[in-house]
C-alpha cells in the first residue's frame, strides 16, 4: 500500500450579488489518498477528504439561501459518506469519502465497484455527454469531479476497442443504465453511448482525432423526455505552436432537457481557451465563454506556476458582463489564489 496526499488553499474575494456585500471566503482540503494491489488481479483506491472553510461569507443570506437549497437536492451518490464535523457562524469543517472503490481485472475484463468518476465526454468547457461527473463550465478547480457510486464493467479488445457497462444504483430517481463502446477508425477514436440516466432515455455519440496538425472533436446526445425530443452537441478544435501557444474553441448547442445535471441558461455557446508559457515553469491561461442568446459573457485569466516539484501556485480572476437578469450578467466578479501542496 502507498500513501500519498495534498493540501489545497483557495482564497476568494468577491461581493454577494444581491446586496453588494464584500467577503472573503477561506477554503482548505486536506486529501488523503491510499492505494495499492494484492497481486495482479485486484487494486483500490481510497481518498478520504477533510474541508475546512472559513471567511465572512458564510454569515451572508447569500450562503444560507444556498445552504438551504442543498439541503432539499437530491444526492447523487448512493452512499451517504460525507458528515459535518463542526459548524459556526464563520466556518464549517466537514469530511467526505471521495473516492472509494476497487478494482477486479482478469484478462481483459475489469469490474470496478465503489466511489468513482467516470469519465464520459471530451469537452473543455461543456460536455453533452458528461452526465455522470459533470464540471461547472466557470469551475476554478478544472480538475476536481465528484465521484458516483456504482459499477462499472470493462471489456477490452486488443488496444483499438472496448465496451462499458455502467450501474448506478439511486435513491431519489431511477437507477442508472447504461453502455458505450469505443472504436479506432484510421485516425479518429469514435464512441457510441446508450443508457437511461435519471429517468431519461437517452443515445449518443462522440469523436477526436486530427485535421491535419489540429485536434478536432465533437460530442452529441439525444434523449426523450415526456414525449420530447431534445438534442444538445458540440464541436470542438485545438492547435498548438511551437512557441508553447495554445487556441481552443468550442461551440456548444444545448436543447435542454433534465438528462445533464447542469442547467444552463442558455441554447448557444462559444467557449475559447488561450494559453502560453511565459517560463518553463509558469502559464498564462485566458478562458471566455459566451452566451451567443443574451450576448453575457465570462472571462477568466489566470496565472499558473509550479513554484516546487511538489508546490503550485495559481492567481486569477474572473469577470462577468451582461445586463441584469443574463446568465452572466447578474454574477460579480471575483479574484482568488490557490495553493497546492503535494506529499
Same mark, same amino acid.
Given at each position: 500500500?502507498?500513501?500519498?496526499?495534498?493540501?489545497?488553499?483557495?482564497?476568494?474575494?468577491?461581493?454577494?450579488?444581491?446586496?453588494?456585500?464584500?467577503?472573503?471566503?477561506d477554503?482548505?482540503?486536506?486529501?488523503?489518498?491510499?492505494k495499492?494491489?494484492?497481486?495482479?488481479?485486484?487494486?483500490?483506491?481510497?481518498?478520504?477528504?477533510?474541508?475546512?472553510?472559513?471567511?465572512?461569507?458564510?454569515?451572508?443570506g447569500?450562503?444560507?439561501?444556498?445552504?438551504?437549497?442543498?439541503?432539499?437536492?437530491?444526492?447523487?451518490?448512493?452512499?451517504?459518506?460525507?458528515?459535518?464535523?463542526?459548524?459556526?457562524?464563520?466556518?464549517?469543517?466537514?469530511?467526505?469519502?471521495?473516492?472509494?472503490?476497487?478494482?477486479?481485472?482478469?484478462?481483459?475484463?475489469?469490474?470496478t465497484?465503489?466511489?468513482?468518476?467516470?469519465?464520459?465526454?471530451?469537452?473543455w468547457?461543456?460536455?453533452?455527454?458528461?452526465?455522470?461527473?459533470?464540471?461547472?463550465p466557470?469551475?476554478?478547480?478544472?480538475?476536481?469531479?465528484?465521484?458516483?457510486?456504482?459499477?462499472v464493467?470493462? !471489456?477490452?479488445?486488443?488496444?483499438?476497442?472496448?465496451? %462499458?457497462?455502467? @450501474?448506478? *444504483?439511486?435513491?431519489? /430517481? $431511477?437507477?442508472?443504465?447504461?453502455?458505450?463502446?469505443?472504436?479506432?477508425i484510421?485516425?479518429?477514436?469514435?464512441?457510441?453511448?446508450?443508457?437511461s440516466?435519471?429517468?431519461v432515455?437517452?443515445i449518443?455519440?462522440?469523436?477526436?482525432?486530427?485535421?491535419?496538425?489540429?485536434?478536432?472533436?465533437g460530442?452529441?446526445?439525444?434523449?426523450?423526455?415526456?414525449?420530447?425530443?431534445?438534442?444538445?452537441?458540440l464541436?470542438?478544435?485545438?492547435?498548438?505552436?511551437?512557441?508553447?501557444?495554445?487556441?481552443?474553441?468550442?461551440?456548444?448547442?444545448?436543447?435542454?432537457?433534465?438528462?445533464?445535471?447542469?442547467?444552463?441558461?442558455?441554447?448557444?455557446?462559444?467557449?475559447?481557451?488561450?494559453?502560453?508559457?511565459?517560463?518553463?515553469?509558469?502559464?498564462?491561461?485566458? !478562458?471566455?465563454?459566451?452566451?451567443?442568446?443574451?450576448? %453575457?459573457?465570462? @472571462?477568466? *485569466?489566470?496565472?499558473? /506556476? $509550479?513554484?516546487?516539484e511538489n508546490?503550485?501556485?495559481?492567481l486569477?480572476?474572473?469577470?462577468?458582463?451582461?445586463?441584469?437578469?443574463?446568465?452572466?450578467?447578474?454574477?460579480?466578479?471575483?479574484?482568488?489564489?490557490?495553493?497546492?501542496?503535494?506529499?
Amino acid at each position: 500500500m502507498s500513501l500519498s496526499g495534498q493540501y489545497r488553499n483557495l482564497l476568494i474575494y468577491s461581493q454577494t450579488t444581491a446586496n453588494k456585500e464584500d467577503y472573503y471566503l477561506d477554503s482548505n482540503r486536506l486529501r488523503v489518498e491510499a492505494k495499492g494491489e494484492t497481486g495482479h488481479f485486484f487494486s483500490y483506491n481510497v481518498q478520504y477528504d477533510n474541508d475546512v472553510v472559513f471567511g465572512d461569507y458564510l454569515e451572508t443570506g447569500e450562503f444560507a439561501a444556498i445552504e438551504a437549497n442543498a439541503s432539499q437536492t437530491p444526492r447523487r451518490t448512493y452512499w451517504d459518506l460525507d458528515g459535518e464535523i463542526s459548524s459556526k457562524d464563520r466556518l464549517r469543517w466537514n469530511h467526505s469519502l471521495h473516492r472509494g472503490y476497487g478494482k477486479i481485472k482478469s484478462g481483459d475484463v475489469d469490474l470496478t465497484i465503489g466511489r468513482q468518476r467516470i469519465a464520459w465526454g471530451r469537452g473543455w468547457f461543456f460536455s453533452p455527454l458528461d452526465i455522470f461527473n459533470p464540471l461547472s463550465p466557470t469551475a476554478i478547480e478544472r480538475g476536481e469531479r465528484d465521484g458516483v457510486d456504482g459499477v462499472v464493467l470493462e !471489456l477490452s479488445s486488443g488496444i483499438a476497442s472496448k465496451a %462499458s457497462l455502467v @450501474y448506478l *444504483p439511486m435513491k431519489n /430517481s $431511477s437507477d442508472t443504465f447504461a453502455a458505450k463502446v469505443d472504436t479506432l477508425i484510421g485516425s479518429y477514436d469514435i464512441a457510441l453511448t446508450a443508457g437511461s440516466h435519471v429517468g431519461v432515455d437517452f443515445i449518443g455519440a462522440d469523436f477526436t482525432g486530427y485535421v491535419g496538425d489540429a485536434g478536432f472533436k465533437g460530442e452529441l446526445a439525444f434523449s426523450r423526455e415526456n414525449h420530447v425530443d431534445n438534442l444538445s452537441w458540440l464541436l470542438s478544435g485545438n492547435y498548438g505552436f511551437d512557441n508553447s501557444l495554445t487556441i481552443m474553441v468550442e461551440y456548444f448547442y444545448n436543447d435542454g432537457g433534465s438528462l445533464h445535471p447542469i442547467s444552463y441558461g442558455g441554447e448557444n455557446y462559444i467557449g475559447v481557451d488561450v494559453g502560453y508559457d511565459l517560463t518553463p515553469l509558469t502559464r498564462f491561461e485566458n !478562458l471566455l465563454i459566451l452566451n451567443l442568446m443574451d450576448g %453575457s459573457r465570462f @472571462y477568466s *485569466p489566470f496565472l499558473a /506556476s $509550479s513554484l516546487r516539484e511538489n508546490m503550485d501556485l495559481t492567481l486569477g480572476i474572473q469577470l462577468f458582463a451582461g445586463d441584469t437578469g443574463n446568465e452572466f450578467g447578474g454574477l460579480e466578479n471575483l479574484a482568488y489564489a490557490q495553493f497546492s501542496l503535494f506529499f
